[in-house]
């Protein structure tokens, strides 16, 4: 009997959360697991948080991560690690983008947008932290920083042997899958070196 794992994607809306989690997802059914997704999106048009919950396994009966039930935390933005951390297993890893998104009270000016964050967080949990945008942009553009994450978690989860390549192909705009291809070889390649 396959374990179930429970995988916990945040971000803020338009860093491509969601369509890492379809990839995951598609990818994992591929391979035969029964998977069940939920996304949230709150404002996420008008940059506000953004989460979906991949979990998988032989059998699934929920979509639903309770508090303290993620083996692992991908956060596409630094703040919503810390907003989200509380879901994390004792023993699970965090997969954090090292890129800052002011919310609006930081752009207002009614708060400061918080130090730290990485020091905290890699005092709390097993943390892995990776600067996707700036490996993206490298790539080719920045836009591409959701696949290296993706690539980061498949190679935590020890999923490698699943055709993500085909996964890639059938999912992004033809224009796009060379980039999106190297984006997710690079990101497993980072996760390695921690």
């Not at 959360?17 to 697991?33: D, F, H, P, S, V």
């Not at 002011?102 to 730290?116: I, K, Q």
Request: aromatic share 6%.
């Amino acid at each position: 009997m396959r374990e179930v794992k429970s995988v916990l994607l945040v971000g803020v809306g338009g860093q491509g959360t969601i369509l890492a989690a379809k990839l995951l997802t598609l990818g994992l059914m591929a391979a035969g697991y029964d998977v069940k997704m939920s996304e949230i999106h709150g404002m996420s048009q008008r940059g506000g948080s953004v989460s979906s919950q991949v979990r998988y396994g032989e059998r699934v009966l929920s979509p639903v991560i309770e508090h303290g039930g993620a083996d692992i935390l991908v956060s596409f933005e630094k703040m919503e690690a810390l907003r989200w951390l509380e879901y994390l297993k004792v023993s699970g890893e965090v997969i954090v983008n090292d890129y800052e998104i002011p919310s609006m009270p930081v752009l207002s000016g009614a708060t400061e947008y918080p130090e730290r964050i990485l020091e905290e967080l890699c005092t709390k949990a097993n943390t892995i932290v990776i600067n996707a945008a700036e490996e993206a942009e490298k790539l080719g553009s920045a836009k591409a920083m959701n696949v290296v994450l993706l690539g980061a978690a498949v190679r935590l989860l020890g999923l490698e042997d699943i055709d993500w390549a085909a996964i890639i192909k059938d999912n992004v705009k033809p224009q796009f899958v060379d980039l999106n291809l190297k984006a997710f070889e690079t990101g497993k390649v980072l996760a390695e070196k921690r």
